[in-house]
């Protein structure tokens, strides 16, 4: 069992930076792959950013070059620096984990914080 919890989200104007954390606990040695979501009203559940476990990052083409995606397996947190925010950029942001082995094939049970909501706005 892993539990995830967002923090960090807020509002802030065009242009300004926020930095969400996700913080997990319980069997944490068990996180492989991370990654953070997003969803805006009406849209589907978006792909940001993702960082696997050996750090290699990923990210969506409309925040490539704006955001930031690390963890600390030390402290057992991933991160989401944000900057150059944009009012599309507007969400409420998810943190997702692959835990433990669940079948032959590899397959891991995913973990899902509750999301933190980011607005920009002036």
């Known amino acids: 069992q892993v539990q995830l919890v967002e923090s960090g989200g807020g509002l802030v104007q065009p242009g300004g930076s926020l930095r969400l954390s996700c913080a997990a606990s319980?069997?944490?040695?068990?996180?492989?792959?991370m990654a953070w979501y997003r969803q805006a009203p009406g849209n589907q559940r978006d792909l940001v950013a993702a960082?696997?476990?050996?750090?290699?990052?990923s990210y969506a083409d409309s925040v490539k070059g704006r955001f930031t995606i690390s963890r600390d397996n030390a402290k057992n947190t991933m991160y989401l620096q944000m900057n150059g925010l944009k009012p599309e950029d507007t969400a409420v942001y998810y943190c997702?984990?692959?835990?433990?082995?669940?079948?032959?094939?590899?397959?891991?049970?995913?973990?899902w914080g509750q999301g933190t909501q980011v607005t920009v706005s002036s």
């Open positions: 319980g069997n944490v040695f068990s996180i492989n792959d």
């Open positions: 960082i696997t476990s050996g750090g290699s990052t």
């Open positions: 997702k984990a692959y835990g433990e082995p669940i079948s032959y094939t590899g397959a891991r049970r995913i973990y």
